[in-house]
């Protein structure tokens, strides 16, 4: 299987989101384990989707310690966040996401809610810190990620964009 065939085909059925909610919230209360997170991800496929995202996520915090600032993202919020954005760049809305992008880059920003969106590789050299225009204002519809995705877990109340 070669995952890198989804960035391009990323297709999430709600059953995948719910699984995945399921999950996150297991490892949430629970010691991770991958045998658990593969049993409760049913299928190969979906229990690799989970896995990138739980390691995406800790590379990320664990940059974020590393640079002494806020490291607070959960994965629950880090599904959410993806869930709202259809699994697409936050920027660009079309391309499937590629990568976890920092609206202010670290350290100045941290791995938090509301400053870890989607991002696509093209998006993304836009939004690098040593570009003048950054933030840009085309990014501007994905500052307060905070007040649209909401902290708490809102995979049964879906959010129409
Ligand atoms: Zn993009």
Avoid at 64 to 74: N, P, Q, V
Avoid at 129 to 148: A, Q, S, T
Avoid at 153 to 159: A, E, M, Y
Wanted: hydrophobic share 35%; with cysteine.
């Amino acid at each position: 299987m070669n995952i890198q065939t989804t960035h391009t085909t990323m297709i999430v059925s709600s059953e995948d989101r719910e699984i995945m909610f399921n999950i996150a919230h297991w490892i949430t209360n629970n010691r991770k384990s991958v045998k658990k997170i593969r049993q409760l991800a049913g299928t190969e496929e979906r229990y690799m989707l989970i896995i990138r995202e739980i390691d995406r996520l800790e590379l990320q915090l664990t940059k974020a310690r590393y640079m002494r600032t806020e490291a607070t993202l959960t994965l629950v919020e880090w599904l959410n966040t993806l869930n709202h954005f259809h699994w697409r760049c936050a920027y660009c809305g079309k391309k499937s996401f590629e990568v976890m992008s920092h609206i202010t880059p670290l350290p100045d920003g941290g791995t938090t809610l509301d400053n870890c969106v989607p991002g696509c590789y093209t998006c993304i050299r836009h939004n690098r810190k040593d570009n003048p225009y950054n933030p840009p204002g085309k990014f501007l519809h994905v500052y307060g990620v905070r007040e649209i995705v909401g902290s708490a877990d809102n995979f049964s109340h879906p959010i129409n964009m």
